[in-house]
């Protein structure tokens, strides 16, 4: 499956931004999509994540610094995930990359080398 991210930008302090992930084709049942980040000189870090089961569902799970200002959802007909990201402080400024994975278990999600399917990242730079 081919990624393709986009949304990212420039914003102040305590604006807002959607990254959008588009993927190739359909993710086939218990496919994980996820966000993870890199800033300059900073390993990868997981962001957030969606577990597609194949239904209308979708588990989510979520870094504690994204807790309650970040929302990861999905729009099937779209094969598309989007990562909202509200109240954006300086410490979000990194490159997101969107990721997929089949039959990953919950406690990999976090983990960037348990994924194969990577898109090319799109930058996000929050001013203070």
């Known amino acids: 499956v081919q990624l393709q991210a986009c949304g990212g930008g420039l914003v102040q302090a305590g604006g807002s931004l959607r990254l959008s992930c588009a993927a190739s084709e359909e993710p086939r049942s218990r496919y994980t999509m996820a966000w993870f980040r890199q800033a300059p000189g900073r390993d990868r870090e997981f962001v957030s994540a969606?577990?597609?089961?194949?239904?209308?569902?979708?588990?989510?799970l979520y870094t504690d610094s994204a807790k309650g200002r970040f929302t990861i959802s999905r729009d099937n007909a779209k094969n598309t995930v989007y990562l909202q990201m509200n109240s954006l402080k300086p410490e979000d400024t990194a490159i997101y990359y969107c990721?997929?994975?089949?039959?990953?278990?919950?406690?990999?999600?976090?983990?960037?080398?348990?994924?194969?399917?990577w898109g090319q990242g799109t930058q996000v730079t929050v001013s203070s």
């Open positions: 990721t997929a994975q089949a039959g990953l278990i919950y406690s990999s999600i976090g983990n960037p080398d348990a994924y194969a399917h």
């Open positions: 969606i577990h597609w089961n194949g239904g209308t569902g979708g588990r989510t």
